[in-house]
């Protein structure tokens, strides 16, 4: 005998399988809508920085865009250990921001700074991590809604972490050059003169001066009695940058003429160095 199908008895399966759905929905509540999404497209697109040297202090740069504008601008970086990391001055020291000011406009680009002091021991490339943080004014028309449109008006904090590479090489050139060849005094004269002195690609750390033997009749001194002059900017020649040594020249019992006088410069960097070079002082 064929068997008779209860049609009933499945749509009341159905309706207890929908009514089961609508409770679970009412009591789950309806799918919350991610208000606060980033869509402002912010990017980093350097991946790799300019080289450094091992015991260079050096500003780099890591170029930045977005797809809408951002305000209010932050980064602040992490590098390993050894590596130190400063800020401009001019946001306190504690973060650095956009080169052109504190928004990043969108579609266009724009540039942070950081300086990184790299230790002598730093021999290969390495990685930093740039934390940056901005601010999305959102506007009408739901920019920043994943649902719904409408003026919110909410400006809303977000922030993306870059990955940089920041490349290592061999130093070129010489530690340092020595800018001033000749000095020329008054006879009978006792003064400072100043000897100056441009670093090479790298920091030199604890730099000092003296000369010596001198000629009969020629007497010298350092700044504070000091057995020999350190650079008038503080200890340190960093990379690129010019700085001078003053020492005093007693030529009250010189005859006038030209001396070569023999200079001891001594400085750490790796190691601590000691290089000779010489002065010539034209008494006149």
């Not at 399966?13 to 089961?20: E, I, M």
């Not at 350097?46 to 080289?51: F, K, L, M, V």
């Not at 500003?59 to 951002?70: E, F, G, I, K, N």
Request: with cysteine.
């Amino acid at each position: 005998m064929a068997r008779v199908r209860r049609p009933g008895r499945r749509r009341g399966t159905v309706l207890v399988a929908l009514l089961g759905a609508v409770l679970a929905g009412s009591l789950l509540g309806p799918p919350a809508a991610v208000a606060d999404a980033d869509k402002t497209g912010v990017r980093a697109i350097t991946t790799q920085t300019a080289p450094v040297v091992p015991g260079q202090s050096a500003w780099l740069s890591v170029v930045w865009t977005a797809d809408r504008t951002v305000t209010d601008w932050s980064t602040t970086v992490t590098a390993p250990a050894g590596v130190a990391v400063s800020y401009p001055t001019t946001r306190g020291g504690s973060d650095t921001s956009l080169y052109g000011s504190a928004t990043l406009v969108g579609t266009t680009r724009d540039f942070t700074a950081v300086k990184l002091a790299v230790p002598y021991t730093q021999t290969t490339p390495f990685q930093i991590t740039l934390l940056s943080s901005y601010t999305d004014t959102c506007g009408d028309n739901g920019r920043c809604k994943e649902q719904g449109g409408g003026n919110d008006d909410k400006a809303r904090r977000h922030s993306t972490t870059a990955t940089v590479t920041v490349p290592v090489q061999p130093a070129v050139g010489p530690a340092f050059t020595q800018d001033t060849a000749s000095l020329s005094v008054a006879a009978g004269s006792n003064g400072f003169q100043q000897i100056a002195f441009t670093g090479g690609q790298a920091d030199l750390a604890d730099v000092s001066v003296r000369l010596g033997p001198l000629p009969a009749g020629l007497a010298v001194a350092y700044p504070g009695d000091a057995t020999a002059s350190r650079l008038a900017g503080g200890s340190a020649l960093v990379g690129g940058s010019t700085d001078h040594v003053a020492v005093r020249f007693d030529a009250t019992g010189l005859a006038p003429g030209s001396y070569v006088l023999p200079l001891t410069v001594s400085y750490t960097a790796a190691a601590p160095q000691t290089v000779s070079g010489t002065v010539t002082l034209v008494v006149q």
